[in-house]
């Protein structure tokens, strides 16, 4: 119920109006009055099944004149609110909402106070305290974390779940035990005060023609340059997200040849730029900016020479309103709004968010050169996906197929329920891993249940509900961000085992006879997973003659002297980094293993102040200067589980002497990671720094390539056998 209010709640905001004129403070008391209306307030109910009446009564009220009442008047019952919000920022630790509440006859549910922190970052509706049955006037509050840095808006009413009717009056707000009619907001960048797009983009895109696209195609390109170049945009003197939405209808309205007018017009109207000075290229720098579209777009000269004057202009050395540099180098994407409430039918959202990924990854993704395709195509060719995705999951398919183009198993998304739920919110319970390109049950989510539906370990899955895993596996593909076929199949293994049904039709191959089976999938939340095998409690043991064998995920830098001290005298140490590490320790641990410094890595970094370009940091060392360091041999053991930070380490222990990498290769996704924050809070990211060996080669989509290949097969599986660290053993023992 918890989770399924919330969700419901961001459904609130999405129809609150502007006030027809300025209400002086927030109208807590529903005093200010307009046409039977509270300025600033507005009372929903959003479900058609349902009768809420949300109005003002000026016969029952605390105080003043007025208070506001929720009726539950028939239908199934729901919720309606009470909701308005707050976009000024203020500074402060907390933020306390209280108000008196009067209740009749609620049944069914409660009624109660409410709000909510945008974008997701605190809420409360008093679902474990709300008020039931008849009640007189009493006070409440609500108390949330402040965090205006990274606050968009709250939202706060009142709200009635099931049956009743409640009053709300003398509501108050207060920051830090200060009444906020007695604060002032936080002086903020003038982008952060525009808000006349809040309720929607206006934008219409009726045509879908090639014209509109090229015109479309163009926007993107120019928009997204002027973000990162024009020294107007960078201080934050504009939302450029509400600038597309009042310069676009006007360049689809404009003949063909007036549009270079229009972008001049526009560029004039955000003011002077300084005069431009020539850049000069480091020696480190290992990518250009990308500038050729400037002259291969078919703008006039004019449009040209203005737009390459601005990538001549200085940015300011303390970085840029929309992007800012973080301390590992890689940018942080910033004051981009999340547009919780957008509708996915206002097609100005939807191109917004286009956009905001293809510039981001066109300005700040070291890897832009590994994608394998011309970036500017995938803008061309992603426009009539977006026009087209004029509902909730199409529109966010086409953000995970848009994220795919990257190719970088960085760019998976958080949590969201439409995709969640287009997947499936069920599950068998197994867990799959492709061997020799075939899905095959590896382990049990659940082994009672498992058992239940007769799966086994070692069974090969043909047929899901009648059709070819491999068609399944294609259909998949494009919503499955990954640097490489291998690791896109890692995750669609996960993905096979999803279903919104409560049976599934299965074909498998057992001791190599096909069968077919049903089989029953299950609330992911009941499953009682046995504990799975570990090689040992502590991070560390022997395996046998002599071995020592070490697991990266558990190891901390605090277990290192006890356990160099114990295998110093081991025939060999196998390192499994077939997981992700626990602790830092790319330059602790092989402090043992190395008898000097030496370079492991060479760092590709963005450069903010020329967007598009990327330079080489000097390569970074591990390891001391010893003469006590381990001698014996040393076997990392690896396969496509071992992503980013885990391929990191492989890196840096890599210059070990004696060393020996087995197993398959890696993610092949390194480096860290920046987030992206889309419209419909659509959270993804991608690799904001390059990763690469010294010497120059890469890591990124074809991970770490072990020196001996040992792939895992069924007949291995069944057995129970670890054949990749049976082969560490083997060549330790040579």
């Known amino acids: 119920m918890r989770s399924f209010l919330f969700i419901l709640l961001f459904a609130c905001t999405l129809f609150s109006c502007k006030s027809p004129r300025q209400s002086g403070g927030y109208n807590l008391g529903f005093e200010d009055i307009y046409k039977d209306s509270a300025i600033g307030w507005k009372g929903n109910s959003i479900n058609d099944s349902t009768i809420y009446t949300a109005k003002l009564d000026s016969k029952i009220f605390r105080s003043g004149a007025y208070s506001a009442s ?43 106070l409410w709000m909510r922190i945008d974008p997701q970052i605190a809420f409360d509706y008093m679902d474990q305290r709300g008020v039931k049955g008849t009640t007189d ?84 390109l120019v928009w997204g340059y002027l973000k990162y170049h024009h020294p107007n945009v960078i201080k934050g ?28 017009n526009w560029i004039d109207t955000l003011g002077k730029v300084p005069k431009a000075t020539p850049k000069t290229a480091t020696d480190s720098m290992k990518v250009k900016p990308d500038l050729s579209w400037i002259k291969q777009s078919g703008f006039s000269e004019n449009l040209q020479r203005v737009l390459l004057n601005l990538s001549k202009v200085e940015s300011p050395g303390a970085g840029q309103y929309y992007v800012s540099k973080a301390r590992a180098s890689n940018v942080q994407i910033e004051h981009e709004r999340p547009y919780i409430q957008m509708l996915y039918t206002d097609d100005g959202y939807r191109i917004l968010a286009l956009y905001r990924y293809w510039n981001i990854i066109q300005y700040f993704f070291p890897y832009k050169g590994d994608i394998g395709t011309d970036w500017k195509i995938t803008l061309k060719k992603f426009i009539p996906k977006f026009l087209s995705a004029k509902n909730e999951l199409a529109y966010k398919l086409a953000l995970l197929e848009l994220a795919g183009q990257i190719h970088d198993s960085h760019a998976f998304f958080d ?6 739920n287009f ?22 989510s659940d082994e009672t249940l498992a058992q239940k539906n007769d799966l ?92 020592g064998y070490i697991d990266h995920g558990k190891l901390k830098t605090r277990d ?36 000097e410094l030496k370079p492991f890595v060479k760092i590709l970094a963005p450069d903010i102040q020329s967007p598009g370009s990327f330079s080489y940091a000097a390569p970074l060392k591990t390891g001391n200067v010893r003469s006590d360091y381990y001698r014996g041999k040393v076997v990392l053991l690896i396969d496509e589980t071992t992503q980013s930070s885990s391929e990191y380490h492989a890196m840096a222990y890599r210059t ?7 197993g398959t290769p890696s993610a092949g996704a390194d480096g860290n990671v920046s987030e992206i924050m889309l419209p419909g809070y659509v959270k993804t990211r991608f690799s904001g720094t390059g990763i690469f060996y010294p010497d120059g080669r890469p890591t990124q989509r074809t991970g770490i390539i072990p020196d001996i290949t040992v792939k895992p097969t069924v007949a291995g599986i069944m057995e129970g056998r670890d054949e990749v660290l049976e082969k560490a053993k083997e060549v330790i023992l040579q």
Request: aromatic share 12%; net charge negative; glycine share 6%.
């Open 423 to 444: 997947l499936g919110a069920r599950q068998l319970p197994v867990r799959l891993k492709f061997i020799s390109n075939q899905p095959v049950v590896t382990g049990f």
């Open 415 to 420: 949590y969201d329920y439409a995709i969640h």
């Open 70 to 112: 929720i009726a539950f008047d028939g239908g199934k019952p729901h919720f309606s609110t009470w909701v308005r919000s707050i976009t000024k920022k203020y500074a402060g630790d907390s933020i306390t909402f209280s108000g008196f509440i009067k209740t009749e006859n609620v049944t069914d549910g409660y009624a109660g």
């Open 456 to 547: 086994q370990i070692g069974d090969i899955l043909v047929k899901i509900n009648g059709q070819p895993v491999e068609t399944i596996v294609n259909k998949l593909r494009p919503y499955t961000p990954a640097s490489n076929n291998w690791t896109q199949l890692r995750d669609i293994a996960g993905s096979l085992t999803r279903t919104n049904d409560s049976i599934m039709s299965l074909d498998i191959i057992r001791m190599g006879k096909q069968q077919h089976k049903t089989v029953s999938s299950y609330n992911p939340g009941m499953f009682q997973p046995r504990k799975e095998f570990s090689m040992l409690n502590l991070p560390y043991k022997w395996v046998e003659n002599n071995i």
């Open 656 to 662: 070990t002497p004696n060393c020996v990498v087995i």
């Open 137 to 220: 006037w009493t006070e409440y509050r609500i108390t949330l974390p402040l965090d205006p840095e990274k606050t968009d808006k709250i939202f706060f009413g009142g709200m009635l779940v099931g049956k009743g009717k409640m009053w709300l009056d003398d509501l108050k707000i207060s920051i830090d035990g200060k009444d906020i009619s007695e604060l002032q907001p936080m002086i903020t960048a003038p982008a952060e005060e525009d808000r006349e797009f809040d309720s929607g983009s206006l934008v219409k895109i009726n045509d879908n023609d090639s014209n509109t696209i090229h015109t479309l195609y163009q926007m993107g």
């Open 237 to 264: 003197d504009y939302n450029w997200d509400y600038e597309l939405f009042r310069v676009l209808p006007e360049l689809l309205k404009a003949p063909a040849g007036n549009k270079d007018d229009v972008f001049l």
């Open 560 to 595: 290192l002297t006890t356990i160099f001290e114990k295998f110093k005298e081991a025939k060999g140490i196998i390192i499994d980094l077939r997981n992700y590490p626990s602790d830092y320790l790319v330059y602790t641990l092989p402090e043992f293993l190395l008898p």
